[in-house]
């Protein structure tokens, strides 16, 4: 009897069961018989107790079914990839300090990083859920742990690619205090990542046609861009190396060339980043090149 106590205090019976995961009785019969969901603990001939590895198997049965079909998900068990009640724990609501956690970031970063190299090769609308698992040596399951679908991923691949732009910008102007200088810091970044940033916001741009979330996302890709730019150029007005302009109309202006002159600099080696710097200092100082002509002349 004390046993028996015992196992009804740490565990669930069926009725339990179906209140925690919201799964039906006949849906979870069928899970047990298919071989998803492994077995109760017995505790007679028609009496089972379940306990949290049940459920959160169940959880990510239910997760998992929207993009996978059965075999696929029992496979995945079958092969010891979600073995155990641990396998099954959400990555983004673990503990923070845990080791489980931290692994399950990794991988996810691991596929993000993954989907930027194959999608600026491939493109976006070719690259394929297949292609990702399979340059990364991951099974279709495990994809769908992380990401419900290739939309996505391509929106986290796109916040990783403008946080990175915008760590080695921070990393880059950390101890210049010019104002200036630090413009061309930027410039400098820019050019330098051009391949793997213009690959990626150019995939983005394609679907602005086809989809309003690529388009918001196009308008967030380029205010995170601009933003700091926008300040800088807030302090060489203040501190009157600038005239009064617009300081955004500015940097996107500024944003818009260097785009520009990146992409120039992958034709060949004509011009240095040198040379380029001094062109835009001439034009940011004595702007356009046109010559208004004599007014004397006129009269």
Known sequence: MTGDRKVKKSS??????????????TTIHYYLRSGLLHAPDKTGKTMGYYNESHVARLNFISKMKKNLPGRFIKKMIANGEM?????????????????????????????IRGGVSIISQKGYRTTTINDITHALGISTGAFYIYFKNKQELFEAVVTDVLEDINTRF???????????????????????NYQKYSEIINCLRSETSRDVWAGNMVKKAYEDMTKPLIEEVRSLINAGIFRDIEPELFSYTMVGIIEMM??????????????????????????????????????
């Open 262 to 299: 990146s992409l120039r600099m992958t034709f060949d080696e004509k011009y240095s980043y040198e040379e380029i710097d001094r062109f835009l200092l001439d034009m940011i100082v004595k702007r356009f090149p046109y010559i208004p002509p004599d007014q004397s002349a006129l009269i």
């Open 83 to 111: 073995s155990g009640k641990e396998s099954f724990i959400d990555p983004r609501t673990d503990g923070e300090d845990s080791p489980l956690r931290s692994s399950r970031l990794l991988r996810k970063k691991q596929i």
């Open 12 to 25: 669930m019976r069926i009725s339990d069961l179906i209140t925690r995961t919201g799964v039906p009785r």
């Open 170 to 192: 921070r990393d880059a102007i950390m101890h210049e205090k010019d104002p200036l200088n630090r413009m061309f810091i930027r410039a400098h970044v820019f050019y330098a």
